[in-house]
């Protein structure tokens, strides 16, 4: 599988039937569908090149097949737009798709609905320097949440340049409701960078003073953003961050998005708050290191969704405390998402050893993904008569 993460950089007129009469660049990227994004940007840097990709280094094929948005939006569109050829695997056998081909257009979003699709071309851009300016902003009440999410959104976020990009984080940390903003802005990579000398007095008025400056290269970019810089403990051995569940709205600043966005953050309740409110005993299950002795652990392997980071072991450790639960109890474990069933198999194992009886199990998850088989995974393992229920089951019942 090793030849399925390759990055090579090919000169335009070598690229299949893709000319400068159809796209400006002299260059072409070449990734299969094995690599990740940072292997694309690692690849791409050295040449001084680009593609618009996002800012998670450890997503795959899918980013780019699905649409795929990144700082780089403004200047060079979706992820998706720059694939300007691909191999794809039909029933009838390989498809060498070009520029001006149909499929092409339908793999720019709809991805392996058409076919399995083996690689991809990116049409290359120049490399970019990029400047990222902070800021946390303290919040009183819900009432100055709502009016900063309003000045961001009508004031910031539509008032952007097109080498612009900026995200926002509503949180709450140590009891107090914040505002973080992240302002990126970039420009063509030169032995003469100019650093820009003061923000917009539009934003400065808005934000105040940053609270850090920073200066990077398309690959440093990763551990820039506000979320896994301050938040998440960067992305750890290639891995993204468990916290990437997004909502996307428009008009955010709008007092019946902005009203509801702010009170449901400060009243949705942690899982240790919500277990203690229900009077259940919680126990958590971690990977590996991040619970206090004495523990008990189990051997995961990586699922299809999760094994594209760095780790070249093939397998990673969850782990529980010793004695948190009852050898008599009964468990229920709970979980946001059954695909592969690799995950919950693991659980189930480390509940096993930790001496608790198999009958006792059950299992509730948010979201099933049965196309991905992972109740007959469960089965296999020895866990079928573990009854499971899912709130949502997508492409199946």
């Not at 840097?45 to 800012?55: H, I, Q, S």
């Not at 949180?171 to 505002?179: A, I, R, S, V």
């Not at 003073?209 to 992305?235: C, N, V």
């Not at 277990?275 to 392997?301: C, H, M, Q, W, Y």
Request: with cysteine.
């Amino acid at each position: 599988m090793g030849s399925f993460n390759q990055v090579h950089i090919v000169p335009t007129q070598e690229g299949g039937g893709i000319t400068k009469h159809v796209i400006s660049s002299d260059s072409l990227i070449f990734a299969w569908a094995g690599c990740t994004t940072e292997d694309i940007v690692r690849t791409a840097r050295k040449a001084e090149l680009t593609v618009p990709l996002g800012a998670r280094p450890s997503i795959g094929a899918g980013l780019w097949l699905q649409g795929g948005i990144g700082h780089l939006a403004r200047l060079h569109g979706l992820a998706c737009d720059a694939i300007v050829g691909a191999i794809v695997h039909q029933p009838a056998g390989f498809l060498h798709l070009e520029i001006e081909s149909d499929l092409i257009w339908a793999i720019k979003g709809a991805g392996n609905n058409f076919g399995i699709v083996i690689s991809v071309t990116f049409e290359a851009f120049a490399a970019r320097t990029y400047f990222i300016w902070d800021w946390v902003i303290l919040l009183s009440n819900n009432l100055e949440a709502r009016l900063k999410i309003t000045e961001f959104d009508e004031l910031v976020a539509n008032k952007l340049l097109g080498s612009q990009s900026a995200d926002a984080y509503l949180f709450y940390n140590d009891e107090q409701l914040k505002l973080g903003v992240t302002l990126f802005e970039s420009t063509p990579t030169s032995p003469a960078i100019e650093v820009p000398s003061s923000l917009s007095t539009a934003i400065i008025s808005i934000l105040g003073p940053e609270d850090s400056f920073k200066i990077a290269d398309g690959l440093g970019l990763f551990e820039t953003e506000m979320y896994i810089s301050r938040m998440q403990g960067r992305h750890s051995h290639g891995k993204t961050s468990s916290f990437k569940r997004y909502v996307f709205l428009k008009h955010i600043g709008a007092e019946n998005v902005a009203g509801p966005l702010v009170s449901a953050l400060k009243t949705r309740p942690s899982s240790l708050s919500l277990a203690e409110r229900v009077n259940v005993r919680l126990a958590l299950i971690r990977d590996a290191g991040k619970l206090p002795p004495p523990v008990i652990s189990v051997t995961k392997t990586p699922s299809h969704i999760s094994s594209l980071g760095g780790n070249t072991s093939g397998a990673e450790r969850i782990e529980m405390e010793r004695c948190v639960v009852r050898k008599s109890a009964f468990v229920v474990v709970v979980d946001d998402v059954l695909a592969s069933g690799k995950t919950l198999c693991a659980m189930l194992e480390l509940l096993r050893v930790a001496g608790i009886d198999a009958t006792h199990f059950s299992i509730m998850v948010v979201a099933e993904f049965s196309v991905h088989r992972g109740r007959k995974l469960l089965q296999t393992r020895g866990w079928g008569r573990v009854n499971i229920q899912s709130l949502f089951v997508f492409g199946g019942t």
